[in-house]
Each structure stands twice: as structure tokens, then as C-alpha cells.
């Protein structure tokens, strides 16, 4: 979907769209409503909205907001079936609610009552024109006229920015009613079909049931470039072989209006917010129980609101026999890291490789979830296993010999470290992480100083806004004596990380070597100051910084061995 027909159907989508503010009949009331308000502001926690804004519902049994706030947080919880009769009571009370509509449109759907659905008061009971269109639409299919049916897509398709949107649909309606040669003919007319991985995979269908597999597996390789992962080579092996695939993408009319709420909060990832996204997704998995794709989006609206609890539950709800199986196991060990439970995502991963022993992104991400462990070994073997696996030349490539190249260097193998670097520079010669990762070392190595200044010089031209890059250049300039040249650049790198203690750190070093001593113990306490206690393993070292600060970064120096300032400078 582009970004016009996104910010199209999200603007027809949002009206109507109600926030509580609530009014509360007593104190008892207001105290769990404020309990349950704070739950959504601060973690859309909807267990928690939902458990004491009905609380408070019992205590004041006709708030309108309560309503609508209890609906809206059970619909996000995916239980429609305990948001349907509060959104009954809503109706009787004569009181407009897009998300009580939302609930008792699904309710209606769900058992096929696609008059009822024909004769709603649009002003009173509608979700929103897009939606109410497409929903339309499929009605009229429901109730068999077809030829309504067309009609009622074309309408929509006048619409500004959403004649994609609406004959996607057609097609999908056509292709449900076995018309493939129409279906195909509609995903002509919009450019060749639709930028969606879902879209695209109805179209290979519909070209299949046309005898056109040689067609479908060309468009696959374009619109997917070579490397399938094992949901998109099974569709590709069956197309092979010269199987004719079934058409599953909509098998009913009720699995159509799954896919009007499917693809509306697909089309809203990204341009709306993360709850009013997941409600859609809830209603098609409400609507549709194996459509995979809405399980997989509403699972990832839940980890990037913070719920990862509901996330992991949510990506279990796909069927290991699923062949989006692979894609539910990597996102749940995700919503794992991110919930600090490393070991068991770990788990899921190390079980995955053995399911998926020739996958690199299973490899991979084991790799980086071992990296950020600090477990620099088995990052490296499982960085070994997701290379052997990766075509030579492949986007992911450098990327993998990137993060090799890192746990190498923290295992103290330079020279495994440097060969990964360079051979993920020579396939991104202007990549600014690798340019200045290999810069940064080589400077705190003190080897290879005129490159490592020109590789971050690259670098910083390529991401100015980087604090760690430029902080690279100004560590850089530093080491090779330059320190004039040295605080402008450390001082951008602070403004841009003020928080970080080892940019402080440098800068008052820089400081210290241009004569400003009393502005380098500033920065040196600063960084003290950032210093997280629990990170033992940090790069700033807070019993150095606090050496320098007894007796001077001369004398530190000196203590270390290091050669003095002065030589640096090229003073006798």
C-alpha cells in the first residue's frame, strides 16, 4: 500500500473516533477510573483499563466514557464476545461509538447477517467511509447480488488516494466468486497489483488458477527478489511443480470483511497509532481465527506498545504447521528479549535453528541476541552458520560479517575481526557503522591512524547527526595530536549525547591536552555522573576518570605508560 493510500485511509478512518473524558458519579468511582487512565497513558496496559474502568462502570452503570473506554480495551484484548454487550447497552442508549460500532458490525458478521448490515444508519452506526464502503461491498456479495457488489467497489474506488484499496477488494471479491480471468484483469488496471506481500501472494493465486504458474513464479521473483524465506518457497516449489494452488487469500464473504479490517490496519501501521492499528487487526482474527497475517500484525503492535506478555501469547496462536510458523517463533523470541527474558528467547531460537537448519535470519538473529548477551563466542559460531547459509553477495551479507567482525573484536581476534570488516566494506564500501566501527578500533589500537581518520571522516559525512560517529572523528584528531581540530568535533558529539558518559569522558581529555583544565574536570565529573552503576562492562572506566581527576590526565599517563601529550603534539 503507498503512503498516499495509507494517509487516505487513515484520515477516513479516524473521523468519528472518540477519546473519554470522563465525568464520574463518585469517589470510588473516579479512583478506579484514574487507575485504569493511568494504565492506558503510560503502558497501554488494556488488562488493566479493562478490569478497573469496569469497576467503575458498576459504580456509575451509564457513563458513556466508561463505555467506550471498556470496549475499546477489551476489543484490544481481542475478547469482542465481553466488549458486544456493553456495546449493546451503548446502542439502546441512543449514545455513537466507532468502536462499539466496530464490535457490533463484527458481531453481525459473524453470523451473516449481511441485510442488517445493508440497512445500518451510517450516520449513527457507521465505522468510518472506507470501511463502511468495502464492508457494503461484500454484503451486497452476501446477499448474492454481485453485480451491487462491482458497482459498490467502483464507488469507492472514486474515492481520493483509494482506488488501490478498493480494487484490491474487487479483486479479492472476484477471485472469491471464481471469476480469476476479472480478478486478474482488476490487478492490471492498478499497476500491476498491489505493493503488499499479502496482496501480492493473492495475485499468485489467482494466476495459478489461470494455468499461468511460469507468470506467478516471474512475478514472485520480482516482487520478492531471490531470497524466499520458507512461506514464500513452498508457494514457489508448489508452483514448480505445476500444482494449480487454490485460492485461499478469501474463501467466504465473511473471510472478505476479515480482510477490510485486515488491511485498513495494515494500511494504519506506521501512520496511526499503535492501538487504533491493533483494533482492526483484532476485529479480522475475530472474524477470521486463521488469518496468519493479522495474528502476526496484532503481535507486533502488542511488542512495540510494550505488552509483551500479550505478545508472546499472540504469536503462539500460529500453527507450528503454518509456513509462517518461522516468522511467529522469531517475533516471539523478540518479545521475549525485550521482556529480559534472554534465556527463554534463546530457547525459542536454538529450537528454531534445529527447525530451520538452513535459514540465515534464524541464525542470525540467535547471533545478535548472543552478542547483546555478551556472548561473544557463541555469536561468533552462530554468525558462522548464518553466512555458510547466505548467498555470496546478498544484501544481509555485510551486515552478518559486520556483527562477526564485533563479537571477534570483543573476543580479542583482531585479525578475524579486521578480515570481517574490511570484506563487509568491500560489499558497502560507504557503510557508516562498518566505517566506524574499523576506524574507532584501529584509533584505540593506535595503529593505522591517517586511514582510520579518513574511513571516519566517511562516515561522519554520511550520518553527521551520529553522536558516536563524530565523537569517532574527534577521538581520532585527538590521537593523532591534532586537538585543536579535536573539540569542536567532541563538542558536537556531547550536544548530540549529553547523557553519554564516554563522549564526556573524551571531551575532557580533548580539554585537558588544549590547556582547558578546569573545563576537562567539568567533563570528567559529568561522565562520572552518567556512569550507570550496574554496567560493569561499559567502555567508560569510572576509577580512571576519577584518577584523572585526583592528579591530571598528564600523570595518568605517565602511570600507564602512555606516551605523553607533549609528544603527541610534536613538543620537545
Same mark, same amino acid.
Given at each position: 500500500m503507498n503512503s498516499i493510500i495509507r494517509k487516505a485511509a487513515l484520515a477516513v478512518c479516524l473521523a468519528g473516533l472518540t477519546v473519554p473524558s470522563v465525568t464520574l458519579a463518585d469517589s470510588t468511582a473516579a479512583g478506579a477510573y484514574l487507575a485504569g487512565r493511568q494504565a492506558a497513558v503510560y503502558a497501554s496496559d488494556f488488562e488493566v483499563v479493562a478490569r478497573y474502568h469496569t469497576q467503575a462502570l458498576q459504580r456509575d452503570k451509564n457513563n458513556p466514557d466508561l463505555m467506550e473506554s471498556v470496549v475499546q480495551a477489551q476489543l484490544s484484548l481481542g475478547r469482542i464476545d465481553r466488549a458486544l454487550p456493553i456495546a449493546q447497552l451503548m446502542v439502546e442508549q441512543d449514545l455513537r461509538s466507532q468502536v462499539a460500532n466496530m464490535v457490533l458490525t463484527a458481531d453481525q458478521i459473524k453470523n451473516s447477517r449481511f441485510d442488517r448490515i445493508l440497512a445500518r444508519d451510517l450516520e449513527a452506526d457507521g465505522i468510518g467511509p472506507l470501511v463502511d464502503g468495502l464492508l457494503d461491498a461484500w454484503a451486497y456479495l452476501g446477499t448474492d447480488d454481485i453485480d451491487a457488489a462491482m458497482a459498490k467497489f467502483d464507488e469507492v474506488s472514486g474515492q481520493s488516494g483509494l482506488r488501490g484499496f478498493a480494487m484490491y477488494h474487487k479483486a479479492l471479491a472476484l477471485g472469491q466468486t471464481g471469476s480469476y480471468a476479472e480478478a486478474e484483469a482488476v490487478f492490471q488496471s492498478i499497476g500491476g497489483g498491489p505493493m503488499t506481500r499479502r496482496g501480492a501472494l493473492a495475485r499468485v493465486e489467482i494466476l495459478s488458477q489461470l494455468g499461468r504458474n511460469s507468470e506467478a513464479l516471474e512475478m514472485m521473483a520480482t516482487t520478492f527478489g531471490a531470497g524466499f524465506d520458507p512461506s514464500l518457497t513452498s508457494v514457489a516449489d508448489r508452483l514448480a511443480s505445476r500444482q494449480r494452488l487454490p485460492f485461499t487469500h478469501v474463501t467466504s464473504v465473511s473471510d472478505g470483511m476479515a480482510e477490510v479490517f485486515f488491511s485498513v490496519g495494515a494500511a494504519l501501521n506506521g501512520e496511526a497509532s499503535d492501538e487504533y492499528a491493533l483494533i482492526y487487526a483484532r476485529v479480522a482474527t475475530y472474524l477470521r481465527? /486463521?488469518?496468519?497475517?493479522?495474528?502476526?500484525?496484532?503481535? /507486533?503492535?502488542?511488542?512495540?506498545?510494550?505488552?509483551?506478555?500479550?505478545?508472546?501469547?499472540?504469536?503462539?496462536?500460529?500453527?507450528?504447521?503454518?509456513? /509462517?510458523?518461522?516468522?511467529?517463533?522469531?517475533? !516471539?523470541?523478540?518479545?521475549?528479549? !525485550?521482556?529480559?527474558?534472554?534465556?527463554a528467547a534463546i530457547e525459542v531460537l536454538e529450537r528454531l535453528a534445529l527447525d530451520y537448519p538452513t535459514l540465515p535470519l534464524v541464525h542470525s538473529s540467535l547471533g545478535d541476541l548472543f552478542r547483546q548477551q555478551e556472548r561473544y563466542e557463541e555469536a561468533a559460531s552462530a554468525y558462522d552458520r548464518a553466512l555458510q547459509f547466505t548467498e555470496e553477495g546478498a544484501p544481509s551479507q555485510w551486515f552478518l560479517l559486520y556483527a562477526r567482525g564485533i563479537a571477534h573484536e570483543r573476543l580479542d581476534d583482531w585479525p578475524a575481526a579486521e578480515a570481517d570488516f574490511r570484506k563487509a566494506l568491500k560489499l558497502r564500501p560507504d557503510q557508516p557503522q562498518v566505517l566506524n566501527y574499523l576506524g574507532y578500533s584501529l584509533v584505540e589500537k593506535q595503529i593505522k591512524l591517517d586511514e582510520a581518520l579518513e574511513m571516519i571522516e566517511r562516515a561522519v559525512a554520511a550520518r553527521p547527526e551520529s553522536g558516536y560517529i563524530v565523537d569517532s572523528l574527534g577521538w581520532v584528531l585527538? !590521537?593523532?595530536?591534532?586537538?585543536?581540530?579535536?573539540?569542536?568535533?567532541?563538542?558536537?558529539?556531547?550536544?548530540?549525547?549529553?547523557?553519554?558518559?564516554?563522549?564526556?569522558?573524551?571531551?575532557? /581529555?580533548?580539554?585537558?591536552?588544549?590547556?582547558?583544565?578546569?573545563?576537562?574536570?567539568?567533563?570528567?565529573? !559529568?561522565?562520572l555522573s552518567v556512569i550507570d552503576p550496574d554496567d560493569t562492562d561499559g567502555e567508560a572506566d569510572p576509577e580512571r576518570i576519577r584518577r584523572k581527576l585526583q592528579v591530571g590526565l598528564d600523570d595518568v599517563l605517565a602511570e600507564e605508560g602512555a606516551p605523553p601529550l607533549k609528544v603527541a603534539n610534536g613538543d620537545d
Open positions: 481465527p /486463521d488469518h496468519i497475517d493479522a495474528l502476526l500484525l496484532s503481535a /507486533d503492535l502488542l511488542d512495540e506498545l510494550g505488552q509483551y506478555d500479550l505478545a508472546v501469547t499472540t504469536y503462539k496462536l500460529v500453527p507450528p504447521s503454518s509456513p /509462517d510458523h518461522h516468522a511467529a517463533e522469531l517475533g !516471539r523470541a523478540e518479545a521475549l528479549r !525485550r521482556a529480559a527474558k534472554p534465556d585527538y !590521537r593523532l595530536g591534532r586537538y585543536e581540530e579535536a573539540v569542536g568535533h567532541m563538542e558536537t558529539a556531547v550536544e548530540l549525547m549529553p547523557v553519554d558518559p564516554v563522549v564526556n569522558d573524551h571531551l575532557g /581529555d580533548v580539554y585537558w591536552a588544549v590547556g582547558r583544565k578546569r573545563e576537562a574536570e567539568f567533563q570528567w565529573k !559529568r561522565a
